[in-house]
């Protein structure tokens, strides 16, 4: 069953083209990614998906009503969290929560209750009368994702809700995710951060606009055309320098203290030695590894589109 | 229009809990009408006193003192003999020594013994056509009471006599007031609304309310309501310092007059929505609202200027200031003790006027994110 469809979306903001040509579709009950760099045009689709702006092409149907024209119908089955802070700073917790609890008319028998599940797994309930503005930031993202769920929406839309937060919470609100889709809420996430594709069932690579890879980050990472090496050296900055210029490479990258380098063929025993001749011994470690998100990403993304 | 009561109540509390938190806001509310009240109150004032007039005597009679006696007797002169010839007196008004000169002339004393009639020359400084005017007409009254007094009097085939209705001694304040009464509300509550969506919008609030079943119309009238009940406590507060501070005689009905106000504030607080819809910041909203309250209101509704003596076309564009309609009723009410059955046709164009506002505001609001 597909929860959301969008077909061709495009979007332009003057002369800039925000989303180009965008196509996939979220199945009912999975944790679906939108995962790439900031300016991607991750916000444009998902506000578009929110009904908050119109593609100026394409079209984009939540559980098959269009949302240009069903904007009621979908924004009760949507529940949305933007990316800037958005509730208000001088209410309290509860307050926030009675406000969204009374826009969105939940039946006044079960608002208690749905009140008293959101304080259990946001763990909020201590902080009920503690002014918004004065949460941390892991404690703002719970109580905005709170507001979003009050009328127990179908689809949940979050937009880059990690973005600045403590490790900690960020764990922490992955797991309330995941706890939001054992219960059937089908959940559309968009990040910058790469590690959290892991937590998807499925994702979709942004960049520039466009899509550039989609599916399980499994699958993803199986249709990865190189060899993939990690390598240590003296000097990552010499030997990336170095490996630049092999004509066997094909990707190469730094991440933390190792570089990523990925070949068109497996090297041989003999090639490695040369290597580290050629570099006078600043090569020092190699180890195949299976590729991580940020080597698919960035595979994709610098391929002609 | 299908609309919930509900979520009405929701936007409503939450506006209030803004107000009653937002502490700054809350003393400009209540400061800024009163210290408006005293710089215009005090400042716009048409009256003229103690005009300094230069007195050229070659008459030097006891009937020219007496004539001089009777200038200085009115608080409206303060005169000043000169000893020189009247070509002068030029100097005199560039120097801002003088406004009028009074030029009595040698056979002064002689001519009124023997019941001629003597011209007494009057030059008036002009530069101020307003206060030439009102010195002119002063100097008439003046002369006109010594002709009385020296029993000189002329007679007509009538007798002309006028009673001025509602404000005798022609107190500046007693028809400024309810006028700055008018402006002040209209400025302070179109500000209050004004900035309200503008400022979820900027703080991106309206974002997250955008995308809940709200509709525009129950925005609107939620956040009407509790700016009703914060500018009608403004409205009585400047009420009672006009009336007191300025000592209005209050003639008519007090509760007549304050539930129209709240009528004229709901209007004010729709413009100031309206405003909020289309502005793009608070700042550009806060900058709209008082461009099109406190200019059109001071220029447009008769608050200072007699609407009667503009241009015709300038007259039709006073229909469209509210206070000009809102004048008729605090006027009416305060200084004539009107009854609401004579003030139906103002009302009326208020409450239009209201239901304007409010429709265009909802037809303007955006119920998404697009420009």
Redesign the interface.
Known sequence: MTAINIQNFHKFYGSLEAARGITFSVQKGEIFGVIGPDGAGKTTLL?AI?????PDQGSITINGLDVTKS??EV??I?G?M?Q????????TVH?NL???A????VPLKEKNERLQQLYRFSKLEPFKNRKAANLSGGMKQKLALS?ALIHRPEILVLDEPTTGVDPLSRQEFWEILHTIQKEGTTILISTAYMDEAEQCDRVVLFFRGRTVGLDTLENLKKKYPYRLYWLKAKNLRKLLDFFQTLENVRAIQLSGDTLHVGFDTVPAAGDWQAWIKATAGNLEEWESRPPSIEDVFLDLMRRPQ | MNL?F??V??IT??EF??II??SRTLALVFLMPILQLILYGYALNLEIQRVDMAVIDYSRSTASRHLIETFNGSRFFRLFELNENPSQVGTLFKERKAKVAMVIPPDFARKIRKRFTTPVQFLVDASDANAATLIRNYCNRVILTYNINSGNKIQLPFNMGSTVFFNPNFTSAYFFVPGLIAMILIMISALLTSVTIARERE???L????????KPAEIMIGKVFPYIFLAFLDASMILAFGAFGFKIPFVGSLTLLLILSILYIILSLSLGLLISTVASSQQVAMMIAQTATVLPTIMLSGLIFPIASMPKWLQYLTYIIPARFYLLIVRGIVLKGSLLAELLTPIAVLVVMTVLFLIAAVWKFQ????K
């Open positions: 506000r929110c009904t908050l702006l119109l904007v009621g924004r009760k949507l949305y933007p800037r802070f958005s509730l208000y700073p001088d209410l307050q009675q406000f969204f009374d826009l969105f008319e507001c | 919930s509900r979520r109540w929701a509390r939450k809990l803004h938190h937002d703080t991106g609030t974002e997250q309310i955008l995308v809940s079943p709200i119920i998404n994110l697009e």
